[in-house]
DNA sequence: ATATCGATCGGCT
DNA sequence: GCCGATCGATATT
């Protein structure tokens, strides 16, 4: 993901996703249209963001067809350069990138400076984990929750899955024309 | 009108 | 592993 503001551009590889459906009780659009998810149900391609616990964002990029309350919550990106666990949480995250409930509703593009494109680690030397969603008591069975197993800003690990101690196999570099 | 509950995180045991 | 912070959304009276 890249986001570009007052000039200053920031990127990372996104390492952890979790994806959540309307038709299953985990999704904030399970039960109705609010203020709150509206932008849930509208038009894929734009960003969802709300407030959680009363001090944290979740940053969603809404899927699917409008009317259809899909999305895909971004849990953890990797920085290079910075600390490795610098947004290693949905909260974290939406820290780090500067985006609060005023993104909510924003589309994904480079003009509105934030985007997503395909690097060098989506390849298949870089195995994803598929395991249950983290922090929701509804739908626990659902295993839509992805992460990159060679990262070590991953949230957290499902159970037996071990850290690796080398560093993550993409390497940090500058890009030009940006 | 009041109570409960989070798609979390950092601190503490 | 457990707990509290903190507040908007939702459920209950």
Redesign the pocket.
């Known amino acids: 993901m890249k986001r570009k503001s007052n000039r200053q551009l920031l990127w990372g590889v996104i390492v952890e996703t979790?994806a959540?459906c309307q038709s299953e009780p985990?999704?904030?659009?399970f039960?109705?249209r609010?203020?709150?998810?509206e932008t849930?149900f509208g038009e894929p391609g734009r960003l969802?963001v709300?407030?959680?616990?009363?001090?944290?964002h979740?940053v969603?990029i809404v899927t699917y067809k409008s009317g259809w309350?899909n999305?895909?919550?971004l849990?953890a990106i990797a920085i290079p350069n910075e600390h490795e666990?610098i947004a290693?949480?949905?909260?974290?995250?939406?820290?780090r990138f500067g985006l609060n409930r005023s993104h909510d509703n924003l589309l994904v593009s480079i003009e509105n400076g934030i985007w997503v494109c395909k690097g060098k680690s989506a390849n298949n030397m870089n195995k994803i984990i598929q395991t249950t969603?983290?922090?929701?008591?509804?739908a626990k069975s659902l295993r839509w929750r992805w992460y990159m197993k060679s990262s070590r800003s991953v949230?957290k690990r499902a159970k037996g899955d071990r850290c690796p101690s080398v560093l993550q196999s993409w390497q940090p570099r500058l890009e030009e024309g940006l």
């Open positions: 979790e959540y985990g999704c904030h659009g039960h109705k609010t203020k709150r998810n849930l969802y709300y407030l959680t616990y009363g001090k944290y979740c969603n309350a999305g895909v919550l849990r666990r290693a949480g949905p909260g974290l995250l939406a820290n969603r983290i922090g929701i008591s509804k949230s």
